[in-house]
């Protein structure tokens, strides 16, 4: 797979495996890398994030957005964000002003204010090779069962035109 011909956009939202779940599932996504993102200045640490290469003719850039602001929470500061940053991690300097409007539209869609932030993506960590590819590997743990399940059956539930065919047949989210 040529990455050099797909559009990519990071993501930091609670666990990584859980974020990385939710894009693996989607149509047009081609390649999703789990590990820890940072960004510059207040925010150079690493957080769990991944990275999503995406065929935009086939999903789009605010799809991915919206997405990912309904399968994380997005709405409420905690004492773990430095570790799960709410995040879109941006490319270029256009991806960041269409993302921010993006961002502002989406807010109607919440009846609390969203947390999620805007950074400008700086370096990338990958995941041990053991956790990599989580749900795939062990859609039968418990921690799939209680976590990644249900982001994946509201998937289905609201976005199930972006579902990719092998995900929604999975017993795991179909019982």
């Known amino acids: 797979m040529d990455l050099k011909t797909e559009?990519?956009?990071?993501?930091g939202g609670g666990c990584?495996?859980?974020?990385?779940?939710?894009?693996?599932?989607?149509k047009g996504v081609r390649l999703v890398e789990q590990g820890y993102v940072s960004s510059f200045n207040d925010n150079a640490?690493?957080?769990?994030?991944v990275i999503v290469y995406y065929n935009p003719k086939e999903i789009s850039e605010d799809i991915l957005l919206e997405i990912h602001l309904h399968t994380h929470n997005s709405r409420s500061n905690h004492s773990m964000r430095e570790k799960y940053r709410s995040a879109v991690y941006v490319f270029s300097e256009g991806q960041e002003h269409r993302l921010q409007n993006e961002l502002n539209r989406f807010q109607n869609q919440f009846d609390n204010r969203l947390v999620t932030k805007i950074y400008w993506?700086?370096?990338?960590?990958?995941?041990?090779e053991s956790i990599r590819n989580y749900y795939l590997k062990n859609p039968e743990k418990p921690f799939c069962k209680r976590f990644i399940n249900p982001r994946l059956s509201f998937l289905l539930?609201?976005?199930s035109g972006f579902?990719?065919?092998s995900f929604t047949t999975?017993?795991?989210i179909n019982p």
């Open 170 to 172: 999975s017993p795991a």
């Open 45 to 49: 640490s690493f957080s769990e994030a």
């Open 7 to 11: 559009d990519k956009i990071a993501f």
């Open 16 to 26: 990584h495996w859980c974020t990385e779940a939710v894009f693996q599932s989607l």
């Open 121 to 128: 993506f700086n370096q990338f960590e990958s995941s041990r």
């Open 157 to 159: 539930e609201h976005y």
């Open 163 to 165: 579902i990719k065919p």
